[in-house]
């Protein structure tokens, strides 16, 4: 006598119905996904979040040594660590919004159409 194991549902059911759904948008997914983690933003903000932590640390400790109250020392820090993200997305707008709109100078004339004669027929 064998043992076959677990019987597990095979080919059926909602997953098969599910499969063909990831199998189309997880490549889509991905793809957004690495642009968006390699975005110019992105980058900055983490940046931003990296120096805001590393402050909010040095912070706490020097308040936790001088005695003060952590909790509100610590929402002190998260209001300021808050602020600086604000301000890092303002900025990326901002850099957004002055980028330079094309002149009519720059843009191409539209071309010449070529209109045909009239001849004696018409």
């Known amino acids: ?9 095979r080919g059926r059911g909602l997953g098969n119905l599910l499969s063909g759904l990831f ?8 793809t ?7 975005s110019q933003l992105t980058k900055d903000i983490a940046e ?9 640390g040095l912070n706490l400790a020097s308040d936790l040594v001088a ?13 300021a660590a ?7 997305l303002q900025s990326y707008v901002q850099k957004k919004k002055k980028k330079r709109k094309r002149t009519n100078q720059n843009i191409h ?6 209109r045909k004669m009239k001849d004696i027929f018409d």
């Open 32 to 38: 957004l996904g690495k642009g968006i983690l390699n």
């Open 23 to 30: 199998r189309a948008v997880l490549p889509a997914a991905k």
């Open 82 to 88: 808050r602020e600086n993200m604000s301000k890092t």
């Open 48 to 56: 931003t979040a990296k120096k805001s932590a590393i402050n909010a």
């Open 1 to 9: 006598m064998y043992h076959t194991g677990v019987y597990l549902q």
């Open 109 to 114: 004339p539209p071309k010449k159409r070529f």
């Open 67 to 79: 005695g003060n109250n952590m909790k509100t020392s610590l929402e002190n820090n998260v209001e």
